[in-house]
């Protein structure tokens, strides 16, 4: 696992070792501009890439279980249209999920939240505005997106959210420091379908069966129009597979 910490120091004490070398070596200007390629890559590679926890400790999946249990998570709700249509296919398959819900619209739509929160799903914070510059915002910015959005959803179902997933799956030192003073357990995934960007809800079915295994977290959106078909024959496969579609909170505690 490469963290942030690891891949700093490294690169001080290789730019010290060039340095001492200099005078010895000639050591070129280019060593060091590869240098801070291979430093710039990998901070940004790691930032978008949870399973690294690069910034901080992040929930991914559940590796080696002794069980099929498997974890579905919605991003981006609660959505009028498309959550009730989520939730009674959960409901028509006896199948347990958890919604990543971003505040705004938990405002716009406490009905269906309180409706999630009925059914037993697992419901986390996903940021206030989840706007497209988020992953630029101050500590104090980040606090306000995760408290915000805790209120929120308190408002409507009493209780606050202990999970959080960052918006795009994007991790930074702010939000590892705002994670810090909030508590949240920071959730990610391991199979994620691109069901957001893909238009043929084919492709996107196929991108999801061919990784499935005991354990995973898969990423999918609550506001599409694939999201009905992509649900139900992924359902139908799982349940013919003998899996058992569980929360996070069910999956993290599975033994």
Not at 69 to 87: E, R
Not at 186 to 215: C, H, S, T
Not at 237 to 252: A, G, R, S
Request: proline letters at 4%; charged letters at 20%.
């Amino acid at each position: 696992m490469l963290n942030f910490k690891y891949i700093a120091w490294t690169s001080i004490a290789i730019f010290i070792i060039l340095l001492i070398c200099e005078p010895i070596l000639y050591v070129s200007f280019w060593w060091y501009m590869l240098l801070f390629s291979v430093f710039f890559w990998l901070v940004l590679i790691g930032s978008f890439s949870m399973s690294w926890k690069l910034f901080l400790k992040g929930f991914t999946s559940k590796t080696n279980i002794q069980t099929k249990k498997i974890a579905i998570t919605f991003d981006d709700g609660p959505n009028p249209k498309y959550t009730p249509i989520v939730l009674q296919l959960l409901k028509d398959y006896e199948a347990k999920a958890s919604f990543f819900c971003i505040g705004r619209q938990v405002e716009k739509n406490p009905e269906i939240l309180k409706l999630i929160y009925d059914e037993s799903h697992d419901i986390g914070n996903h940021s206030y505005t989840h706007s497209n510059t988020i992953d630029f915002k101050s500590t104090e910015g980040w606090l306000e997106e995760l408290k915000h959005t805790d209120q929120a959803i308190f408002k409507v179902i009493g209780e606050k959210p202990t999970l959080f997933r960052p918006p795009f799956g994007v991790t930074t030192p702010h939000l590892a420091k705002a994670i810090k003073v909030t508590g949240h357990q920071v959730i990610g995934w391991n199979i994620r379908p691109f069901d957001m960007a893909i238009k043929y809800r084919e492709v996107i079915l196929k991108r999801i069966l061919k990784q499935v295994k005991p354990g995973s977290i898969v990423l999918l959106h609550d506001k599409h129009e694939h999201i009905e078909f992509v649900l139900e024959q992924l359902l139908q496969f799982l349940k013919k597979q003998n899996y058992e579609m569980v929360t996070i909170n069910e999956l993290i505690n599975e033994t």
